[in-house]
């Protein structure tokens, strides 16, 4: 089943029935396909709750405020090479000091692809961090990358960055669908998250890119501040503009 309007797509968030879609339990521990039997994201009932309280718990050791400065000189101390920046920075507040695995191991963290250099990655995050500091690099890393780059995309001068960011994660989120199934029919449930977000009859919410209802995203704000702080060194500092 596809999902395109605003008050459908909120039912269904809102609704403890329906789950992300199952992950393999029995993997080889140390795996990327083992972490991902471990974290909240792919959990539900208690086990979610618990892991989710968490993540919240070492995010509240974390001021958003102070990311988007860090992350603002760290885009410029690269010269605008800002691909990192956001993961780095989250990473440093999180006592994570080389978060230089981390890409590897966030190619197959949503979708499930395992591979020897993901299982490589995960392995070696594991020696340096705990699995809620490695659930919320592996999360937020693609996800605020492709924020900032299509922020950055429909950027034009003079652009508050609050305001394109906002319009971004309703217009052009980073994640364009979630899956859930149904517990009590096995049924998929695909949520188009860019036709839901713009539904002309919605309007409780401004986006469903943060999530809804019982399994919101833990760290908007913390997200939101690193995309602000690479865009304000890319669209208002002396950073070269990536081409």
Same mark, same amino acid.
């Given at each position: 089943? *596809?999902?395109?309007?605003? !008050?459908?797509?909120?039912?269904?968030?809102?609704?403890?029935r329906?789950? @992300? @879609?199952?992950? #393999?339990?029995?993997?080889?521990?140390?795996?990327?396909?083992?972490?991902? +039997?471990?974290?909240s994201?792919? %959990?539900?009932?208690r086990?979610? /709750?618990?892991?989710?309280?968490?993540?919240?718990?070492?995010? =509240?050791?974390?001021d958003?405020?102070?990311? #988007?400065? /860090?992350?603002?000189?760290?885009?410029?101390?690269?010269?605008?090479?800002?691909?990192?920046?956001?993961? !780095?920075?989250?990473?440093?507040? *999180?006592?994570?000091?080389?978060?230089?695995? &981390?890409?590897?191991?966030?190619?197959?963290y949503? %979708?499930?692809?395992? %591979?020897?250099?993901?299982?490589?990655?995960?392995?070696?995050?594991?020696?340096? /961090?705990?699995?809620?500091?490695?659930?919320?690099l592996?999360?937020?890393?693609?996800a605020?990358? /492709?924020?900032?780059? =299509?922020a950055?995309r429909h950027?034009?001068?003079?652009?508050?960055i609050?305001?394109? *960011?906002n319009?971004?994660?309703?217009?052009?989120?980073?994640?364009?669908?979630? #899956?859930? *199934?149904?517990?009590?029919?096995?049924?998929? &449930?695909?949520?188009?998250? &860019?036709?839901?977000?713009?539904?002309?009859?919605?309007?409780r919410v401004?986006?469903?890119?943060?999530?809804?209802? &019982?399994?919101?995203?833990? +760290?908007?704000?913390?997200?939101?501040?690193?995309?602000?702080?690479?865009?304000?060194?890319?669209?208002?500092? =002396?950073?070269?503009r990536p081409?």
């Amino acid at each position: 089943m *596809l999902i395109t309007r605003q !008050a459908e797509a909120e039912a269904v968030l809102s609704d403890t029935r329906y789950v @992300p @879609p199952p992950v #393999r339990q029995d993997a080889e521990e140390g795996t990327l396909a083992w972490l991902r +039997a471990q974290v909240s994201r792919f %959990s539900t009932g208690r086990t979610h /709750a618990e892991r989710r309280r968490l993540l919240v718990e070492r995010l =509240n050791a974390v001021d958003p405020t102070e990311l #988007r400065p /860090a992350a603002k000189a760290m885009t410029l101390e690269r010269d605008g090479d800002w691909r990192g920046v956001p993961t !780095a920075v989250l990473g440093a507040a *999180l006592g994570v000091k080389d978060t230089s695995a &981390v890409a590897a191991a966030a190619t197959g963290y949503l %979708s499930g692809e395992e %591979s020897p250099e993901a299982d490589a990655a995960v392995a070696e995050l594991l020696e340096l /961090a705990g699995i809620p500091e490695i659930t919320l690099l592996l999360q937020g890393h693609a996800a605020t990358e /492709a924020l900032i780059e =299509n922020a950055f995309r429909h950027a034009h001068p003079g652009d508050d960055i609050e305001t394109l *960011l906002n319009e971004t994660l309703k217009q052009d989120p980073p994640l364009k669908a979630t #899956r859930r *199934l149904d517990t009590r029919t096995g049924e998929e &449930v695909t949520i188009d998250l &860019v036709t839901a977000n713009r539904d002309p009859s919605g309007g409780r919410v401004p986006h469903l890119t943060f999530g809804y209802g &019982v399994r919101p995203c833990p +760290a908007p704000a913390h997200a939101i501040a690193l995309a602000s702080g690479v865009l304000e060194a890319l669209l208002h500092g =002396n950073a070269r503009r990536p081409e």
